[in-house]
């Protein structure tokens, strides 16, 4: 296993045309790249409930739960984000002393790092980082984000979108997309994507 770089959260966005899927933006701490984590609807509301500091805030599960934590216990975490599979990054929440892991979903794992003001860090195997991160622009309006890191389900309702919005080159890159993911499945039953990147935000 390579080093790890640990991730910043930097923005959550809606990609453009479609309220289902939502994208967190992490840095490394120097802000020389970023990567783009796509999320559900309900993370999108998660971390928008929290950016607009919504009254009670403090009241919220999440929240509670983190402080009882940190009162019952001295267990330090990190969240771990070290492959991506079937166009899903695959995390796990990692004790740090005992070395046990526990299977998040990433986006919950970056939603529980930004609860716990960055006590539990999420960090990312650097050959993962290397490869699926582009260079950060802090006055950047769109980024953009490799289509083997969304899952078939997010894939299908982009292209979904992209027709209905008679985007076709949109739609052309995301029907290549899935189609390489039904041949690849076929030929080697599951093995690591290569790359491809188109601006969806």
């Not at 923005?11 to 045309?17: M, N």
């Not at 979108?161 to 189609?179: C, F, G, P, T, W």
């Amino acid at each position: 296993m390579s080093e790890r770089i640990r991730l910043i959260f930097r923005s959550v966005s809606e990609i453009v045309g479609t309220k289902d899927i939502g994208l967190l933006v992490l840095t490394d701490s120097n802000e020389q790249r970023q990567v783009a984590l796509p999320c559900d609807k309900l993370v999108l509301h998660e971390f928008g409930v929290r950016m607009n500091k919504t009254p009670f805030l403090e009241k919220l599960l999440p929240e509670v739960l983190w402080k009882a934590i940190r009162w019952q216990s001295v267990l330090r975490f990190e969240v771990h984000l070290d492959s991506l599979v079937e166009g899903k990054y695959q995390a796990v929440l990692s004790n740090i002393d005992t070395l046990d892991d526990i299977p998040i979903s990433a986006a919950e794992g970056v939603l529980l790092s930004f609860v716990s003001h960055g006590d539990v860090p999420v960090l990312m195997d650097q050959q993962l980082f290397m490869r699926q991160s582009t260079v950060y622009d802090s006055e950047s309006i769109g980024i953009s984000l490799p289509v083997n890191t969304i899952s078939d389900e997010m894939l299908q309702s982009a292209l979904d979108k992209a027709v209905q919005n008679e985007n076709y080159e949109m739609a052309s890159h995301l029907r290549d997309e899935i189609n390489r993911r039904k041949r690849l499945a076929e030929e080697t039953d599951g093995d690591s994507m290569p790359e491809a990147a188109e601006n969806l935000s």
